[in-house]
């Protein structure tokens, strides 16, 4: 079972910068298609970025694109977010999750990791 562990958040000013880690337990992360999501308070948790396995791809949502970049080396097991610019509307709750290539669902999550970003 792979365990996946959030770092890297905090409380920062709008315009500023952060980079989220997630950390996984096992070396089969290097053939998991790896997202993160975000979930504001009162609201769903919603996609923000994802990463295939080999780096080959990624995604975003539309209100991040430009300022947050999704990246992993398999060497350490680890998937980055780095988030720029940031707004006060970027506050929530920041997942990892990890699925195997080839399935929709997500298999593993993280548990969170907090982000507040002061006007």
């Known amino acids: 079972q792979v365990q996946l562990v959030e770092s890297g958040g905090g409380v920062v000013q709008a315009g500023g910068s952060l980079r989220l880690s997630c950390a996984a337990s096992e070396r089969t992360f290097s053939n998991l298609d790896m997202s993160w999501f975000r979930q504001a308070p009162g609201k769903e948790r919603k996609f923000v970025a994802a990463?295939?396995?080999?780096?080959?791809?990624?995604d975003y949502e539309d209100s991040v694109k430009g300022r947050f970049t999704i990246s992993r080396d398999n060497g350490k097991n680890t998937v980055y977010l780095q988030m720029n610019s940031l707004k006060p509307e970027d506050t929530a709750v920041y997942y990892c999750a990890g699925r195997r290539r080839g399935y929709v669902e997500y298999r593993y999550w993280g548990q969170g990791t907090q982000v507040t970003i002061s006007a």
């Open positions: 990463i295939t396995w080999s780096s080959s791809n990624t």
